[in-house]
């Protein structure tokens, strides 16, 4: 998936990322991103086949401390509520 120049110029390229679990149980694929003017992050949707990927620009850009270095996003059971909800943590 490209970046469109049309989310601003300061998002340069995705670099690696790794899935994650929304609110929903949908997968995401959070990813780092080449940002000259912050820590960011982003939210990556992947359609249920795997086939598709998306991102809402509005939403889909987070501000991440350290999200322009490489990072790991671990599962942390105080935080989910069954069947992967996330209960402290909106994504």
């Known amino acids: 998936m490209a970046v469109d120049s049309l989310w601003g110029s300061q998002y340069d390229n ?6 994650v679990l929304s609110r929903e149980v949908n997968v995401l694929d959070e990813l780092r991103v ?3 003017e912050s820590e960011t992050a982003a939210y990556i949707e992947v359609s249920n086949n795997g086939r598709k990927l998306s991102i809402d620009p509005k939403s889909g850009f987070i501000h991440f401390p350290g999200g ?3 990072f790991v996003v671990r599962f942390d059971g105080a935080t989910v509520t069954g069947a992967g909800q996330l209960d402290t943590q909106q994504i």
């Open 14 to 19: 995705w670099l690696e990322g790794g899935a």
């Open 34 to 36: 080449n940002n000259r």
């Open 68 to 70: 322009c270095n490489k």
